[in-house]
């Protein structure tokens, strides 16, 4: 059994489409924000940082998105979602720890109003905003998902970043995204986790 803390308005969504992928059973432990939620004592000692999502498997916690997408896809081989082949290993760790580091930094960055001085770039890990999108549009034109025709956990973690930045507008339209996006929305795993979350959000935000 694998133990999952999460809220429904937060980066937790991306590892419940991860769960619903794997086809295992699992266990949801949703958390308020605050006090007597993510920084209770309890959960504190669970993740420190008293961030989501979190997950415990076989006595071990694993934090951060990116990290619970590759252990479950390496944990659960028979979900077949980490790929073989030494090329296509190779785009689905670069892709997920683009999407993770630049991309993850240059929106949080744009959204809280930080701008890299000119001349700088070379001193933040993800450049620019304009290059690491730019980046992330070249890497995803031409391909169906991360590693090429097989949807892997590489495109869990991608797509929720491209889901999410043009659902937001955090990032700019183009077709490479759109067309990416539309492939992954149209997952069996993506929709449950969507409505998981969407009548978690809906039960607890009654006025």
Same mark, same amino acid.
């Given at each position: 059994?694998?133990?999952?803390?999460?809220?429904?308005?937060?980066?937790?969504?991306?590892?419940h489409?991860?769960?619903?992928?794997?086809?295992?059973?699992?266990?949801t432990?949703?958390?308020?924000?605050?006090p007597?939620g993510?920084?209770?004592?309890?959960?504190?000692?669970?993740?420190?940082?008293?961030?989501?999502?979190?997950?415990?498997?076989? !006595? +071990?916690?694993? &934090?951060?998105a990116?990290?619970?997408?590759l252990?479950?896809? /390496?944990a659960?081989?028979q979900? $077949?979602?980490?790929p073989a082949g030494?090329?296509?290993?190779?785009?689905?760790?670069?892709?997920t720890?683009?999407?993770?580091?630049p991309?993850?930094?240059?929106?949080?960055?744009?959204?809280?109003?930080?701008?890299?001085?000119?001349g700088?770039?070379?001193?933040a890990?993800?450049g620019?905003f304009?290059?690491a999108?730019?980046?992330?549009?070249k890497?995803?034109?031409?391909?169906?998902?991360?590693? !090429? +025709?097989?949807? &892997?956990?590489?495109?869990?973690?991608?797509?929720?970043?491209? /889901?999410w930045?043009l659902?937001? $507008?955090s990032?700019?339209?183009?077709p490479?995204?759109?067309?990416?996006a539309?492939r992954?929305r149209?997952?069996p795993?993506?929709?449950?986790?969507?409505?998981?979350?969407?009548?978690?959000?809906?039960?607890?935000?009654?006025?």
């Open positions: 059994m694998i133990e999952f803390w999460t809220n429904p308005m937060s980066r937790g969504q991306i590892a489409w991860m769960l619903e992928e794997l086809g295992h059973p699992y266990t432990n949703w958390l308020d924000f605050g007597g993510n920084k209770s004592a309890d959960f504190l000692a669970v993740n420190p940082m008293g961030k989501v999502p979190t997950i415990r498997h076989d !006595g +071990k916690v694993v &934090t951060e990116a990290a619970i997408c252990y479950l896809a /390496d659960f081989p979900a $077949k979602l980490k030494a090329a296509e290993l190779a785009d689905y760790y670069r892709f720890l683009f999407a993770a580091g991309m993850e930094q240059a929106v949080t960055a744009r959204a809280l109003g930080w701008h890299v001085p000119e700088r770039d070379g001193m890990g993800f620019s304009d290059g999108v730019s980046a992330m549009e890497m995803l034109t031409g391909r169906d998902f991360v590693c !090429g +025709k097989t949807f &892997t956990a590489a495109d869990v973690y991608v797509g929720s970043t491209i /889901d930045g659902a937001f $507008k990032i700019p339209g183009c490479a995204f759109e067309t990416y539309e992954v149209a997952r795993a993506y929709t449950s986790a969507k409505a998981i979350n969407g009548t978690r959000i809906a039960a607890t935000h009654k006025t």
